[in-house]
């Protein structure tokens, strides 16, 4: 187990730790109760493509530009092939 894998796990947990003093659980509980039922979830095929491939740029970008800079800056790397790996990452974008 990495830290990168640690990370998320220790960031929900101090949100909860976060949340839990400034909330109590029925004001948490009211709060989903209203939210129910608002937003429903389209169809597959009511979603747009374009909103799929912006999802994933947004969701993919912020990670290789972060590891990125780590490996250039903080490691001072050159990345190997190049090429490979930029054709990885748009593979990853178009799936």
Not at 13 to 41: F, K, R
Request: proline share 6%; charged share 10%.
């Amino acid at each position: 187990m990495t830290l990168a894998s640690l990370f998320p796990i220790v960031a929900v947990m101090a949100l909860a730790l976060y949340v839990s003093t400034q909330y109590s659980p029925e004001d948490i509980i009211a709060a989903a109760n209203a939210n129910t039922g608002m937003t429903q979830a389209q169809p597959w095929y009511a979603v747009s493509l374009g909103l799929e491939i912006v999802g994933g740029f947004r969701a993919i970008v912020p990670l290789v530009l972060f590891l990125l800079l780590v490996m250039t800056v903080l490691l001072r790397e050159r990345i190997p092939q190049p090429r490979r790996i930029f054709f990885g990452i748009v593979l990853c974008m178009l799936a």
